[in-house]
């Protein structure tokens, strides 16, 4: 039953496992899993973790769910108006439609009711509260009110299927799946008058309640069209739009814990003082303050369109959380000097820049591609000095990393100083890399 | 589980249906729910207008980069049962010179361990039936109390340190667990998989303007129309930090006290905008874009 769910999911890189079913399950029993709106709810709130799972989440659910594959930068619509499932739904839906609809209605209505959930339900219904009564059949037998007859011929129909029980409508979906794997298009029973889902189709509408969707397919329409609900490539270069990605990674640069302990000095100190009354002195115990130090490469056109992203990067690390930033500029590569200001006039020397505490971190952002002769002995001697003095110092290099191989001098550069390519992905493995370092020693 | 009924929404405070029937879910399965979005998407004030609607005690930890486990759950406070110990020692001390004054303890008594545990909110949250547990701003708290703070919730019985002590609850009156998050720090991976997630979307204009309406019923609709136009214009200039419904609803409360026709024509000025804009980079770049093009800022409504 929906085994395949966790490795279907995971294949649009979302998390689900084991739990995810059992949390599925739980939910079932609870009652709050009626209708298949009701199941994309549900696993939501379960399966996504961030913003960024919302819309590769939304495309697993139409591919598990409804067989409506979504191809990259294809809109809901278009995926949905191509799909056999629709198709077929189409048919049923116009056998019963007294006039025709437009695309767009019918994509509209299609939405409304594959998102149809048991609370838009229970609005409908609102104050009838037969919804929540356990047998549904009691109602049927017994209407007491005359004038609410046509309401609860519509509950009638839609609570056909409310005490089935979960497990078996979960069960005869599986099912469903399995035919139509196999008999190839053989007909979706997933929603419609025909399926599973009785809701909102027929009944509701021909009795003039009008069931529709809170929006929820509205949202599922606008989480393709839509960037923020799709994770970012972390493999993509530094830009404006990763920069937030990239800023998360680089949070792991921050081991800092604010434990109280017990200052054991500090008490007996007090505590003789006080002739023999020791009371304990707590002391919280800061570990690690982040400090930073930037070397920007900003000569050349070669490093000029990353400039600006990774100042912008490093700015919104400082007002978050670098207690201590330092940021210097240079070209092509450290000579004796480093600068202060971003044209190069104001400048300190490098045993200056050696003279700060050894627990800085030193990022070094450069293309690292120069002519040969550029990388001079005076050079790689200051380079091997930062990178011995400062344990953790890495170089991040916007360059592709297939590139590495074919340049000199980037290879001579992996030599002196760890390097990473500046991506979201690569900056965190740089962080990593320099944590380790920490521990070592 | 804790209180199940549907909750949509009170007088005061409009919430969202998906974040309503995500709230109702982590209620139903008896995990918290995290809530992530934008500043002033209303993250804090579901739990409190919850519990006011519904007349259920809450109990609210801000989280804090000193926040830990102990605070969270309850602590043993060491220094004053040390101190009401070394009293009782410093009285018969005292007798013994024959000095009448006496240090009292308070009514606390060095026998008896509980009266020196220090509940905290998720202890006191616990010992009542059907409470509400907010747990503010997670993202503030060093890296490993999430974790800590799973495991505590996890199960729903706490041991109070020293005493001994067990505050338990049935699966049926255990609190409803909220926690907000503003994404300052990633949580971990393990965390966010025990909690029911919801992020809220920014509010669009329509549902800003019942926002608005809840908060200042008084309103004349042109103002508040004029208002949305210049607030979302703002919201789409990329701002370093984009205004949010806090900053509308403070400008409002401006502009609520003036005529409405004096105010259409301030809000139109862009007067008091610094209620709006957070930040002197964005403040130079409105600046530079009303000098620049004014006639197009002027002709928004």
């Known amino acids: 039953m929906l085994s395949s769910l966790p490795e279907k999911f995971r294949a649009h890189g979302l998390k689900a496992d084991l739990r995810t079913l059992l949390l599925l399950r739980k939910a079932m029993q609870k009652g709050l899993i009626k209708t298949l709106g009701d199941i994309y709810n549900v696993l939501k709130g379960i399966i996504v973790k961030e913003p960024a799972d919302i819309g590769p989440f939304t495309k697993a659910y139409y591919e598990y769910f409804l067989h409506v594959p979504i191809a990259p930068g294809q809109t809901l619509q278009d995926a949905i108006l191509r799909s056999e499932t629709f198709a077929q739904w189409k048919t049923q839906f116009l056998d019963e439609a007294d006039r025709d609809f437009t695309d767009e209605e019918l994509v509209n209505t299609f939405l409304d009711q594959v998102h149809l959930t048991s609370y838009d339900i229970k609005e409908v219904i609102s104050g009838k509260e037969i919804w929540d009564k356990d047998n549904p059949d009691q109602v049927d037998s017994d209407p007491e009110d005359n004038d609410s007859e046509p309401t609860e011929r519509v509950l009638d129909k839609m609570a056909d299927y409310s005490d089935l029980s979960l497990e078996e409508l979960l069960e005869r979906m599986e099912k469903v799946r399995q035919q139509q794997k196999t008999q190839h298009g053989g007909g979706s029973h997933w929603i419609g008058t025909g399926g599973i889902s009785p809701y909102g189709h027929g009944g509701a509408a021909k009795n003039g309640v009008r069931v529709g969707g809170q929006g929820g397919g509205k949202m599922a329409r606008k989480v393709m069209g839509d960037k923020n609900y799709f994770p970012i490539d972390r493999d993509a270069l530094l830009n404006d739009n990763n920069v937030d990605a990239a800023l998360a990674s680089i949070k792991g640069v921050i081991e800092e814990s604010a434990t109280e302990k017990l200052d054991v000095p500090q008490t007996i100190k007090s505590g003789l003082k006080r002739g023999g009354l020791f009371i304990p002195e707590m002391s919280s115990e800061k570990n690690e303050e982040l400090k930073v130090i930037v070397l920007i490469d900003n000569g050349g056109y070669s490093m000029a369109p990353y400039v600006r992203s990774v100042q912008n990067l490093f700015r919104k690390m400082k007002t978050r959380f670098a207690h201590d930033l330092e940021v210097y500029y240079f070209h092509n590569t450290v000579y004796d000097r480093v600068f202060t200001d971003e044209r190069r006039t104001k400048s300190i020397s490098i045993e200056k820049l050696l003279m700060h505490n050894k627990s800085y971190r030193v990022f070094m952002i450069g293309d690292a591609a120069m002519a040969p002769y550029e990388l001079n002995s005076l050079s790689i001697h200051n380079l091997k000095a930062i990178a011995h003095k400062f344990k953790k110092c890495v170089w991040l290099n916007p360059e592709p990393l297939r590139y590495w191989p074919h340049t000199y001098t980037i290879q001579v550069m992996k030599q002196l100083i760890p390097m990473f390519p500046l991506t979201p992905a690569g900056i965190e493995r740089a962080v990593r890399a320099m944590n380790a370092k920490s521990t070592e020693g | ?301």
Request: glycine share 6%; net charge negative.
């Open chain 2, 1 to 301: 589980m804790a209180e199940t009924t549907h909750w949509t929404g009170s007088a005061r405070y409009l919430c969202d249906p998906a974040l309503a029937q995500a709230f109702h879910m982590a209620r139903s399965l008896g995990m918290p729910l995290l809530i992530e979005g934008e500043p002033g998407t209303g993250k804090t004030d579901l739990p409190i207008h919850y519990a006011k609607d519904r007349g259920l005690d809450l109990e609210v930890y801000p989280v804090g980069s000193k926040s830990n486990i102990e605070q969270f759950v309850a602590r043993f406070d060491h220094v004053k049962y040390l101190r009401d110990s070394q009293i009782e020692i410093l009285n018969a001390q005292r007798e013994e010179k024959g000095l009448s004054s006496k240090l009292t303890t308070g009514d606390r008594n060095p026998e008896s361990l509980a009266d020196y545990v220090v509940k905290g909110p998720a202890a006191i949250a616990y010992s009542k039936p059907h409470s509400v547990l907010l747990i503010d701003e997670i993202d503030k708290a060093p890296r490993e109390f999430p974790n800590d703070l799973l495991y505590a919730l996890s199960h729903r019985k706490f041991i109070m340190p020293e005493s001994g002590e067990v505050i338990e609850i049935s699966e049926e009156e255990m609190p409803a667990i909220v926690i907000t998050s503003n994404r300052e720090q990633e949580l971990p991976t393990a965390f966010k998989g025990r909690c029911i997630y919801h992020y809220i979307d920014f509010p669009d204009k329509e549902v800003m303007g019942k926002i608005i309406e809840k908060h200042h019923p008084g309103l004349d609709e042109q103002v508040v129309r004029v208002a949305l136009d210049v607030f979302y214009h703002l919201r789409r200039l990329g701002l370093e930090r984009a205004p949010t419904t806090r900053e509308i609803l403070n400008w409002l409360k401006y502009m609520g006290d003036i005529a409405p026709k004096e105010a259409v024509k301030k809000i139109e000025g862009l007067e008091g905008i610094g209620a709006l804009i957070k930040t002197q980079a964005d403040m130079e770049r409105i600046n530079r874009m009303i000098g620049a093009d004014n006639a197009a800022f002027g002709s928004l409504n």
